[in-house]
């Protein structure tokens, strides 16, 4: 497209889950929409997918309000799934099956003690009944089809700078020297969100490690957490176990209580 000029009714800058959710959307509801997405990795791709207000909540960088927010999203999510499963013709392994936090994720104020799964060392274990997980890998290539489906126009390209008018956003130039006008922009970008707003609220990278084991069975029928690891058995086979945060003790400490305890369940 290079040098080139584009005009969309609707055009929304990302190529993650959020750009893709909000595009499916407002195509679906009649809007014609473009999506302006450079190819990179994603963090959608590189998620957990855990559907966990109460864990999320009690981080202690979360805002005071988040809890309800992230309620209200929970609660959207039956429809969202039901809709997009039917759309893409595909599944995306979305459940609500509940969530266990061990020992000291009993802080977070959760109900529902329940027994220690086996093979898991912690003092105790509670289920949080309504929380769960989705597989984020299978719910981007989902909304990808269902855009194509709904026929969102797909341009791929860096967006370098938003273009302005009299205040107001008129559309973006990328790095090939071309732009794309419409005075409707969505920038659902990610951490790259950053760089095109400068007064816009600060964004703070966190890095999550993880990685995903192949199970012949998975240990786990719930997605479970302690402060510092999560296991996240997945339709496919997969079990994905990360650390919520880089850095410090808790990464190393948390990687070798995984290992030890994926171990003990592999092999007895
Ligand atoms: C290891 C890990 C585990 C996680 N686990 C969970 C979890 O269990 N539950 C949960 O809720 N969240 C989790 N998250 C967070 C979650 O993945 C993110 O909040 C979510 O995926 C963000 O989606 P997004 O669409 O906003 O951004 P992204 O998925 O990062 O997508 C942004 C896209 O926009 C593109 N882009 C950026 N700048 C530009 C530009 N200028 N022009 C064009 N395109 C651009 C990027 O290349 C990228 O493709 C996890 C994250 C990580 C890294």
């Known amino acids: 497209m290079a040098g080139s000029a584009h005009s969309s009714s609707v055009l929304i800058i990302g190529g993650g889950l959020v750009a893709h959710a909000i595009a499916w959307r407002l195509a679906r509801a009649g809007s014609e929409v473009t999506l302006l997405a ?6 959608s791709a590189a998620s957990a997918g855990m559907l966990a207000p109460s864990f999320e909540a009690a981080h202690d960088r979360a805002a005071p309000n988040l809890k309800a927010s992230l309620d209200d999203s929970l609660q959207q999510w039956d429809e969202f799934a039901r809709g997009l499963e039917a759309d893409s013709g595909m599944a995306i392994d979305y459940r609500r099956n509940g969530i266990v936090g061990l020992g000291e994720t009993a802080a977070i104020g959760v109900r529902d003690p329940i027994s220690v799964p086996a093979g898991v060392i912690a003092s105790s274990a509670w289920l949080v009944p309504e929380e769960g997980q989705v597989d984020p890998r299978r719910a981007l290539e989902a909304l990808r089809r269902a855009t194509a489906a709904q026929g969102v126009k797909t341009i791929v390209g860096h967006a370098t700078r938003l273009r302005e008018q009299s205040g107001r956003v008129i559309g973006v130039e990328t790095d090939d020297g071309s732009s794309v006008r419409s005075d409707r922009v969505v920038l659902a970008a990610g951490m790259g969100s950053n760089r095109l707003l400068t007064d816009g609220p600060p964004l703070v990278p966190v890095r ?61």
Request: aromatic share 8%; net charge positive.
């Open 38 to 43: 450079d190819g990179c990795a994603a963090a």
């Open 208 to 268: 999550g490690r993880a990685f995903l084991v192949r199970c012949s069975q998975s240990p786990f029928v719930h997605v479970v957490r302690s402060g510092t690891v999560y296991f996240c058995p997945k339709a496919d086979g997969t079990l994905y176990v990360g650390a919520t945060e880089e850095g410090g003790d808790s990464f190393l400490s948390g990687l070798r209580l995984l290992v030890a305890t994926v171990r003990r369940k592999a092999m007895p």
